[in-house]
């Protein structure tokens, strides 16, 4: 059944996958779907602005969520102008902040986000960090499921077979927590294909992120960091 009860085929798991497919196909074919290699390493920052739905949440926040190459990041969120929100990472320090509450990133936490080679992880995968799974099926769409393995850590991740485009992320974490996160609705950027919405699930709590705008190659400062 779909989300509005009505009686959907059943999905089929774990087709046969082609003879001779590699995992390392599947990141080229989703590097050449998302606007080619040359593009995406063209890309040295990446600004997106963002309305939030947190289910159950009676209210709809805005995010924005800064890249800068190699690993860079910002995470803004609030409401009607009032910072609710804050996680940043400057390359070598980061922290969170919530309310009056900054808590610093713990050493392991700075040193997987130091690992970050850059804004698209596909054009860092190694082939013997990935593995070809299976073809499995998500919301009608038939997927291709790859399993990496990069800095000690395990996820799954899902390409549409007739897009390319990522569907979907899956990370366990060290207490056997499983979150999800799933991708739609692309589109083009200065030729670069992004997608619009992201619906994140992680312990039971649903964050959706429908975008507004996204800016490619702005100039960032490093203060935008930390």
């Keep these: 059944f779909d989300k509005y009860a009505n009686a959907v085929a059943k999905p089929v798991f774990n087709k046969a996958i082609p003879e001779g497919m590699l995992a390392s196909e599947i990141m080229s074919n989703f590097i050449e779907a998302s ?38 990041s910002s995470m803004e969120m609030s409401m009607g102008g009032q910072t609710m929100m804050k996680v940043k990472f400057s390359g070598n320090k980061g922290y969170t902040e919530q309310g009056p509450q900054k808590i610093m990133m ?31 099926s998500i919301d009608g769409d038939d997927v291709y499921k790859i399993k990496i393995v990069k800095n000690n850590e395990t996820s799954y991740r899902y390409y549409s077979i007739e897009s390319g485009y990522l569907i979907s992320i899956e990370e366990e974490d060290e207490n056997k927590n499983i979150s ?13 294909m992004i997608p619009f919405q992201m619906r994140i699930n992680n312990a039971g709590q649903e964050l959706e992120f ?15 960091f930390y």
């Design 35 to 72: 606007g080619g290699r040359a593009k995406l390493n063209n890309v040295s920052t990446l600004v997106t602005k963002a309305n939030v739905t947190i289910v159950g949440a009676p209210f709809t926040p805005e995010a924005v969520m800064k890249q800068k190459m190699p690993n860079k």
């Design 106 to 136: 713990t050493e392991e936490e700075v040193e997987k986000e130091r690992s970050v080679e850059g804004i698209f992880d596909e054009l860092y995968f190694s082939e013997n960090e990935m593995e070809l799974i299976s073809i499995n």
């Design 180 to 192: 999800s996160t799933k991708y739609g609705d692309y589109r083009n950027v200065q030729g670069v």
């Design 210 to 224: 429908n975008t507004t705008e996204v800016l490619i190659n702005t100039e960032l400062k490093d203060s935008d």
